[in-house]
């Protein structure tokens, strides 16, 4: 059996155990699922390495239609590719799913008895199998049938508590927001695109043809893609369109907010990569768009983060935040690939994407980290959680690992890629080096609020120490998750090449390669000539840094005298002693209160009316479908542009 | 004045029997049905304010207990003293608390040493005996041997922290042994980020037992020197008030130039204590160069004070009738020499220190304590006239030889540090003004009054204005040139309460600058404590718990 | 390559004895201020190397994190040196050292923070929180300020920290203002050495730390204030001159000097006027970059 087919079948296999998991309930259901999804991340990410590293594309066409005398039957056209973009985004999907995967065996545990585990297992297998289709297919009809798949199972499993009124509210926000927003928004777009595209789904035929349209009517081709980068930024949770973001990923099971933030929101990324670097070329003002919606969306996102008390909603923020990031760096590279400076684009491209496996791999890990306090304490408030490092060494070990790579400490994951971002930008001068800055400043908040994460959670001593007894760390499949994940953050960090390799073989295929460029990739630390990143001085420097001081400590054993805690001499109770979360940078909240107000403004005006407009829009299509009369003519009308399009 | 005094004692008489003991002061029996509407019509009726109360156990003498509350009346220059008869039998008292907030700690004081309750008091919790102490003992009880020694258990549960706030919000404890307070004393901020949203005070760590030492051991004449070592700062003070109320009971003249150098030596006082705190509030201000100033500047004054007296500190120059030690011609003019080149080079200084907006953005406005709460926990000193209030023992119940000479009292509304700071600092002016009339005034007379007899079981009541406020001393005489009753109050005893007040809501950082503003003067307030004899015990359980938190 | 090398190497071994030695000197300075006689200048010297021999405490059982973070913070330092010219030319600078330098101090005071608040001491939280505050207030007046170094020459990219040579005009001329205050603001000099301010937290973000871990907090903290004002000189002072170590030595005391006066002849701000300062600093910076963008 070869790797093509492989790939031919891996949906179709996949999708025949949906009913079996469907039979079982409890253990048996939660086995099942996570053995069918590990062995599935298991073959993608073996697929995706396969392509990234040899450059080939995986490819194959299943053709049911007969008669080509009418255009639309040529939706029927069934086709997936596995070329090297997507083969990155499914390895980033590959990874996160299998940790989430094996991460979920110890979680889901948790509902025994309260919930269906059928259920939650049909929603979660078709999850990852939808963005699997999102991602391999080459066809845009397709691509729309996957992208609602997966929407609709995600949003199952937000509201999958169902005795949860918050988890309940949350997917329907979720659901009104995605499913009549932006869902509606993307269709509208891709319709539009297959219309001029001349009924042809291909995406390589869509590609040729809005080429030519963006040459012939500016003016259209310009509106299509408003309308899609509208519906896809809504789905990204750029701001101003992101706060249904935090209500949703926070409520779903720790391992499925993993995926959620960690994979689910990078999918409209892929497809505007696909969008301004396939569908259509890169032009300044559309880089100057993009990579302003991603400034606010780094600035905003984070802010609000750095004031929240719930430690899996203070996470989702952060995802707003370091989206922000990536949307950054893919405007950047537009707004240079438009200037013809190809150099910096493709650095800018690489930042981006760079950012994106990495936020892919912290994220879900604190997603998971969150998740095994909440598995062991059931608490997400970071006003009571204290003192759990003695317990869970672990967790806590790989959260430190987790909030240092997102605070973009060197030497892990996340200071690389920010570092090629602002290299990208502060190289590119003009507006960018500004926004560039920006982004600078905005990482001391980030790295300021994941000392509020981890301190409050794991350090100093428990609230009230009776109550964690019984506490220890989580069982063994949680664990491994963890230091898997944590152990590819000090990997991408570290040994850069790897990362560098792929991302690179990625981006061949949007027509920017390195390969052109060595000559101006020659300073840039990392990006030397052979790649060789690991040599440069500085990050032997940066490897002294961290690590002298942990060898001087564990080898050299420095001779220690125990104190108790200095309270001025008095007797405090232990517990008593406690900083809860909302005390932390309550000067900085305070004195920086207008980018709050600002903030809570575009919030209130855009993000609440937004929602209530789609909530009343949502009522109005439900009194429609419970009206017999409309319904007729809805489908009348229906029926009608199908047999105009068929005759066409 | 004359007929606005006997105007006052027919009103009084509306309540109980009122006698004159001397000149200035009233006592007025009153039954304690009457008490708490001769409470609220001294207080708030006629613009007195309540300054201190006494428990006595005076069951040998009349088979009862006592509880004196003192009132001062500034208008008037009167201090009026409530009697109220406790018979042993029925220890219940109506309490004046909830008609005078401030009243809280000094009925507590009495109900911890003499058993002696008081009805409907809102917080009727032991304020300085230890929770460990045994239930039933009561130290200041004349059945009671100064001697005597009492074991107390090891603490079971101490009934610690606010409950509104504990655990909720994070606790800063600020003492016992904490930078910003020099003496050990407990408060318990809690805080929100960095806003005090509550506090609770712990005081009365420091364990001296001058009271029951001065009534059951010293004679009349070695009183002075124990009083002086009541305080480090303000030592002289007491040891005049106390000399005052004996020499009040015993109707003694003290000649004049024994008056003019006590009020010498207690404007010396008054200027190094303000230069100390100031230079502590710069401190705290962050202000070290301030600090480095004014404590340069207070050496001066203190090498006047030991060309004056011998001693630095603790003078050791009053007896009863007089002072120990003269000013001669050659001394006073240095004296002034000093002062010319002190006040030259203070003011000069000061102006641009109060110039830095550091110094003023930090205390403007910063643990305010406006009139209203000011009175109800009446303040004294200069807490109490930087809130608006004017009161000056100097002034209103003139002493010493304050009456020969001219000054003004500076009163601020605002009621914040800064007020307080400015305060101070007009005061340490005046102070050197009034130096300067005393000794070109110096009257030709004995220091010493020649005789002296005291006469047994009266009452006396001894008043200074000590750098912090009024201080109080209450005295009962007893026969064989002992004391019957001592009961010294230092100023802070009633402006620390309304610390609490002044700290709520305001910023952590202000905190400590807060806490120094009434110049809170531990070892004074705490100065009354019983339970040297136990030290030892108290000692060992200190250790332990010190040790097993890893103090130690 | 390998004599920048050993060039870097010599100006770390320089700043090392350095760093403790202006310190004695900003303490003489002010002491003479007071009209006080002070410390002999190398008594900071004397206190670290005493700090360094005696045992850390380890208050509960922090972890090792509060145990690593002082040594972090002092590599970090250290190792920032390396790309930042000081006695002598030498340094490794390369595209995008700013932001290295930028990240190794950012990532010290988070480390330290970190270390401090796993002690649990309500104190040292409160320090740490007080220390992060300003520092992202303080990264944001950073990114103004090298904005209008941008502004000011269209063609100077922030590629590398040195040499900046940005031509002298109005705007730019304010902007080293301001940067200059940023180095006064970031090396917790009196008005803003708020996380560790005495009579409130005693100590704040160091108060657990004793002996050697409190030796390599205090030293880190001095390299720190040192980093930042050669920061500061290689903005403005000529290199690659026969004289710039005469330059940089001069230089750095004229910093101490003006540095330890004003630091003299103030008082301690709260947080919060400390943050509203700099956010209208900020804004303040915001005007210049106008009017740099303007072309002023």
Known sequence: MDLNTIFYLLIPSSLIFLPIIALFRGKTSNYIVHGVSITVSIIIIILSLYVLASGSTLDFTYKICLDYSYPILSFKVIHFRLDSLSAFFTLVLGIVSLASSIYGIGYIGRFYGREHIGWYGVNYLLFIISMYGVLTTYNLFIFIIFWELMTLSSQFLVSYEKNKKQALWAGYKYFCVSKLGAEMIIIAGLVLMIIYSGYNVDYEVVASRFRELFLRTPVIANAVLMLLFMGLGIKAALVPFHNWLPDAHPEAPSNVSALLSGVMIKMPIYMMYRLFYQFSQPTIYWGVIISSFGVVTLFTGTLYALVQIDSKRLLAYHSIGQIGYVVLGLGASGTLYAMGNYPLAFIALLGSMYHLINHALFKSLLFLTAGSVVYRTGLRDLNKLSGLAKYMPLTALTALIASLSIAGIPPFNGFVSKWIIYISTFCAGGYLAFYGLFALFISSVTAASFVKYFTTIFTRSPFEPGSYKKLEEVPFPMSLAQVMLAALCILFGIVVVIPLKLITSAISLLGLNIIQYQYISFGIGFIEVNNIGVNSPLFIGF?????????????????????????????????????????????????????????????????????????????????????????????????????????? | MQSSATKLVEELGRFGIVEWID?????????????????????????????????????????????????????????????????????????????????????????????????????????????????????????????????????????????????????????????????????????????????????????????????????????????????????????????????????????????????????????????????????????????????????????????????????????????????????????????????????????????????????????????????????????????????????????????????????????????????????????????????????????????????????????????????????????????????????????????????????????????????????????????????????????????????? | MIWVFIGALANIGFILLAAPLLDGLERKIKAWLQNRRGPPIPQTLYDIVKLLRKPGGLTGNPGLLYRIAPYMFFTNMVIAFLFIPTLLDYSLSFIGDIIVVYYLITASSIILAMGSISTGNPFAITGSTREISLSMAGKLLTGITLAIFVAVNKSFLITSLFPIIPPYRLSSILGLIVFAILVYIEGFRLPFDIPEAEPEIAGGVIIEYTGRDLGFAIYSLLLKRLLYTSILLNLVIPRYTVFSPIYYIVGVIVFSILFSTIECFSGRHRIEYALSFMKKLSLATGVVLVLAVLGY
């Not at chain 2, 070592?229 to 009971?249: D, K, L, S």
Request: hydrophobic share 40%.
């Open chain 1, 543 to 648: 490897i002294l840094a961290i690590i002298l001081p942990i060898l001087y400590i564990l080898i050299a054993r420095p001779r220690y005298t125990s104190y108790g805690i200095w309270s001025c001499g008095t007797l405090v109770k232990e517990g008593l002693l406690h900083y809860p979360g909302r005390s932390y940078f309550r000067g900085f909240k305070e004195v920086f209160s207008e980018a709050y107000t600002v903030g809570k403004a575009v919030h209130e005006v855009l993000g609440v009316t937004s929602i209530n407009y789609s909530l009343k829009f949502f009522k109005k299509l439900q009194r429609i479908i419970e009206d017999p009369v409309a319904m007729i003519v809805l489908t009348l009308v229906v029926v009608l542009l199908i047999i105009w399009a068929v005759g066409w």
């Open chain 2, 23 to 552: 000149s200035h002061t009233l006592i007025v029996h009153v039954d304690r049905s009457k008490l708490r509407d001769i409470a609220k019509y001294l207080h708030w009726g006629i613009g007195g304010y309540f300054s201190v109360s006494i428990g006595s156990d005076e069951r040998p003498l009349d088979n009862s207990f006592h509880v004196y509350h003192v009132f001062s009346l500034d208008h008037l220059g009167v201090y009026v003293v409530v009697d109220i008869r406790v018979s042993p039998g029925y220890l219940h008292v109506p309490s004046i608390t909830p008609i005078i907030p401030g009243a809280n700690w000094h009925e507590r004081e009495v109900m911890d040493y003499f058993g002696i309750m008081f009805d409907d008091h809102p917080e009727p919790k032991r304020l300085i005996l230890p929770y460990n102490w045994p239930k039933g003992v009561y130290p200041l009880r004349k059945d009671y041997p100064y001697n005597k020694k009492v074991y107390i258990e090891e603490a079971s549960d101490e009934p610690e922290h606010d409950s509104r706030f504990a655990g909720k919000y994070t606790i800063i404890p600020i003492g016992p042994y904490h930078p910003a307070l020099h003496e050990p004393e407990y408060f318990e901020l809690y805080v929100d980020g960095e806003r005090i949203v509550g506090a609770r005070y712990k005081g009365f760590m420091v364990h001296r037992g001058m009271e029951k030492i001065a009534e059951s051991r010293m004679t009349i004449n070695q009183i002075p020197f124990l009083a002086e070592r009541i305080c480090g700062i303000c030592g002289y003070t007491h040891n005049v008030a106390y000399c005052q109320a004996v020499e009040n009971v015993a109707g003694i003249d003290v000649p004049e130039r024994a008056h003019y150098i006590r009020s010498i030596m207690l404007e010396i006082e008054r200027i190094h204590s303000h230069m100390l705190w100031l230079g502590i509030a710069f401190h705290f201000l962050g202000f070290d160069t301030g600090f480095m100033i004014t404590w340069r500047l207070r050496e001066k004054v203190m090498d006047l004070a030991e060309m004056l007296t011998g001693n630095r500190k603790t003078y050791g120059l009053n007896l009863i009738g007089g002072v120990r030690r003269d000013i001669d011609l050659s001394k006073a003019l240095k004296v002034k020499k000093v002062l010319r080149d002190l006040r030259k080079d203070y003011v000069d200084y000061m102006e641009k220190i109060l110039g830095l907006k550091e110094i003023i953005y930090r205390t403007r406005g910063v643990g305010v304590l406006d009139y209203g709460e000011a009175r109800k926990y009446s303040v004294l000193g200069p807490t109490a006239r930087a809130s608006g209030i004017d009161t000056d023992v100097r002034k209103y119940h003139p002493y010493a030889a304050y009456r020969h000479v001219d000054f003004k009292i500076p009163v601020y509304k605002d009621g914040d540090v800064l007020s307080r700071i400015l305060v101070r600092h007009e005061e340490i002016i005046e102070s050197i003004n009034i130096i300067e009339q005393l000794l070109d005034n110096l009257p030709r007379t004995p220091i010493m009054a020649e005789e002296i007899h005291v006469p047994e079981h009266r009452i006396g009541v001894g008043v200074t204005e000590a750098p912090r406020g009024e201080d109080i001393h209450f005295v009962i005489t007893s026969r064989d040139n002992k004391i019957y009753r001592w009961r010294p109050r230092a100023p802070s005893y009633n402006n620390i309460p309304a610390l609490l007040v002044m700290l709520k809501d305001q910023h952590l950082a202000d905190a400590p600058i807060i806490i120094a503003s009434i110049d809170p003067c531990f070892s004074c307030t705490d100065h009354v404590l019983i339970i040297d004899v136990r030290t030892g015990s108290r000692k060992q359980v200190g250790l332990r718990e010190l040790s097993r938190r890893g103090l130690g």
